[in-house]
């Protein structure tokens, strides 16, 4: 079966200013369908920008990103709009839109996708309610907690039926208490609902909830860890 | 996304800046609502003055002057010609024996001292033949109070226009029918200068026509017959001679207007009414295009204002593109969210700027009016008792709201593509 994401030689080097950033020097990864990886290491370890890669949010400099068996560096702009339509974001500063309810926010993800206005509501409550937030969707960002917040967040990531749900540092802006019951949430819906999972975070405590974990140092992966 | 949801999209994003929407639009509003007022209010001018030349000046009609000068380009309008050439009273029989020609009536007018009871003004006092006169303006050269005599050559009558007698047009009538009334002529070129007093009465009153013409009945004219001005004046020169046409076809008009300038050896002028009412007409396209102009620097300034909000609002906005973008969202689609902001913020600012730009029309008339209100009399002295009724036509109200989302949407046009090209990683991190 082809992995869902597989990456090859992955290399990445920005610009910052005029000297050149060596973020990514050759990532070999693979990643197969109902996984759960943590991806750990510390910050400026190129786990951020690896994880852009994967969510074709950028492209690499050298090497192949694949996502379903298709090279991203081949794909133009079009192509990469739809394909981030199928991979499910969740960031750590949550990223909803503040003028919009909890049920709006997830409901802007599937007008994305040209779903009908009727279904959009149906399918938003019933993901809200996925995610525990049934008696709180008409609230806006400010009036959640953290934890809430990142809980719309992850119901506007599964919206669309994403191949994958990509997580940079998921709970790495709420506290330690909501932070498990968040992971406990992204655990149920991998090993339940089979979604796969793609998880950064610096907190070796959260990462070893994962099926499997790589860990980064300066733009490698050092060592991969089945838990 | 589909069009409805990007248009309410855009909807929510104004509405969380309602005041900075707001500014935005009253640029718009202005610049909208400026280009309508003197729009309308310089239509509505021109159609009063075409109407009121068109009574005062039938379409079938035709005047000629001494002179080789043609009118609005020089040679003018009864200014003694370049070679000295004047038209003769007698003319009229020329004229008349020329094809396409109804009738023709010959004009000798002079500024003179009119006395009525104790009031001394200056007048325009008009030597014509009444009969013939009133052929050509049947409509204007009637009496209000009185009877004009057809043939009262021997007898010591006026006729006089409204504000001969009300000269404020108010009600205050000085005179009335039979009142005698004094025509004071100073012959400044005799030697010694002399004064010579012609007492008459007046026989009829025209009734108020309200318009100015060229040879056409004025409210403010005082008309004897011809013989006897050409006594006063002791003259034989005509200063007009207005010639009705059998029809007013263009052919005929043209044809009859060659036809007397072959008559003098293209010694005098031949302007038809549509002729001045066509340079009038072009003379006011001018006017307008200019204060549309003016009118449309504000605008312009009002879109400099648009873009500068967009481009703050894009920054603002850079992290919500990022979202918008790592969610799936086409740059074609972020580019049409920016517009359809412009959009909205055009239209709502068209308009509105429609409607106060009209309102502003009319309190603008109004005022021109008088009304008896901010300038009471003065007013309608000055105006000569005009009144401009604003004329909002289609196109303009259309143009006007299509002008101010064009306007907006062009000014969008770079802030929605810079938007549409960020890329999602930069987005994303922006702070």
Same mark, same amino acid.
């Given at each position: 079966m082809t992995p869902i994401v597989e990456a090859v030689n992955l290399k990445k080097t920005y610009m910052l200013g005029k000297v050149p950033v060596e973020a990514?020097? /050759?990532?070999?990864?693979?990643?197969? %369908?109902?996984?759960? !990886?943590?991806? !750990?290491?510390?910050? /400026?370890?190129?786990?951020?920008?690896? !994880?852009?890669?994967?969510?074709?949010?950028?492209?690499?400099?050298?090497?192949?990103?694949?996502?379903?068996?298709?090279?991203?560096?081949?794909?133009?702009?079009?192509?990469?709009?739809?394909?981030?339509?199928?991979?499910?974001?969740?960031?750590?500063?949550?990223?909803?839109?503040?003028?919009? %309810?909890?049920?709006?926010?997830?409901? !802007?993800?599937?007008?994305?996708?040209?779903?009908?206005? %009727?279904?959009?509501?149906k399918r938003a409550e019933s993901l809200l309610e996925t995610v525990g937030l049934k008696e709180r969707m008409n609230h806006k960002p400010a009036e959640l907690s953290g934890g809430e917040q990142q809980r719309v967040a992850i119901a506007r990531a599964l919206a669309n039926n994403p191949r994958f749900l990509l997580m940079d540092e998921p709970t790495g802006n709420i506290d330690s208490k909501t932070a498990n019951e968040i992971l406990r949430l992204i655990k149920g819906l991998n090993e339940e609902k089979g979604v796969t999972a793609i998880m950064v975070t610096h907190d070796q405590r959260l990462a070893t909830q994962s099926k499997k974990t790589v860990l980064m140092l300066d733009g490698l992966i050092v060592q991969e860890t089945v838990n | 996304m589909k069009a409805r949801d990007i248009l309410s999209y855009s909807f929510s994003a104004i509405r969380l800046r309602k005041l900075r929407a707001g500014l935005t639009t009253l640029g718009v509003v202005i610049g909208i609502a400026a280009i309508v007022a003197l729009l309308s209010i310089s239509q509505g001018l021109q159609a009063t003055i075409t109407s009121q030349l068109e009574r005062g000046f039938a379409t079938d009609t035709l005047i000629v002057t001494a002179g080789s000068g043609s009118f609005g380009m020089g040679g003018g309008f009864g200014g003694g010609g370049d070679s000295g050439f004047k038209l003769l009273v007698s003319d009229t029989q020329i004229i008349n024996n020329l094809p396409n020609v109804d009738t023709s009536v010959a004009i000798v007018e002079k500024l003179v001292n009119v006395t009525i009871g104790s009031t001394n003004r200056i007048s325009t006092v008009v030597g014509v033949n009444f009969t013939e006169y009133y052929n050509i303006y049947s409509d204007t050269f009637k009496a209000d109070t009185g009877t004009i005599p057809l043939n009262p050559e021997n007898d010591s009558i006026a006729v006089v226009g409204r504000r001969v007698i009300d000269p404020r047009l108010n009600g205050t009538v000085i005179a009335d029918v039979n009142d005698p009334i004094d025509i004071i002529w100073i012959n400044a070129t005799a030697r010694p200068p002399t004064t010579i007093t012609l007492h008459r009465n007046i026989t009829a009153i025209l009734k108020q026509i309200g318009s100015f013409g060229v040879g056409g009945p004025s409210d403010s004219n005082v008309y004897i017959p011809i013989t006897q001005a050409q006594t006063l004046f002791n003259t034989n020169e005509s200063d007009m001679i207005i010639v009705k046409l059998k029809s007013s076809d263009q052919t005929v008009i043209d044809n009859a207007t060659k036809a007397i300038k072959d008559a003098f050896s293209g010694e005098v002028s031949v302007i038809s009414a549509t002729a001045i009412l066509g340079i009038i007409s072009s003379i006011f396209s001018i006017i307008e295009l200019f204060l549309g102009g003016i009118a449309a620097i504000s605008l312009i300034v009002a879109g400099v204002g648009i873009m500068n909000i967009m481009i703050v609002s894009l920054m603002e906005r850079t992290r919500e593109i990022g979202i918008l973008k790592a969610l799936g969202t086409k740059g074609r689609t972020v580019l049409l969210i920016f517009l359809c902001e412009a959009v909205i913020i055009g239209l709502m600012g068209g308009t509105i700027g429609v409607a106060l730009g009209w309102v502003l029309a009319n309190i603008v008339a109004v005022v021109f009016r008088g009304g008896g209100v901010f300038m009471g009399n003065q007013a309608n002295a000055g105006t000569g008792g005009m009144t401009i009724t604003p004329i909002l036509t289609p196109p303009v109200f259309l143009g006007a709201v299509a002008f101010g989302v064009g306007v907006s949407v062009v000014f969008a046009l770079y802030p929605a593509w810079r938007a549409s090209k960020l890329r999602p990683v930069d987005a994303l991190r922006y702070e």
């Open positions: 990514l020097r /050759g990532v070999n990864l693979k990643v197969e %369908s109902g996984d759960f !990886l943590a991806i !750990l290491g510390p910050s /400026g370890s190129g786990k951020s920008t690896l !994880l852009n890669l994967i969510g074709a949010l950028d492209k690499p400099t050298e090497g192949k990103m694949m996502i379903e068996g298709v090279d991203i560096s081949t794909l133009n702009d079009n192509q990469l709009t739809d394909l981030r339509r199928r991979v499910g974001f969740v960031f750590q500063f949550f990223n909803l839109i503040p003028r919009f %309810s909890a049920k709006e926010n997830v409901e !802007l993800s599937l007008s994305i996708a040209d779903m009908s206005r %009727s279904d959009r509501k | -």
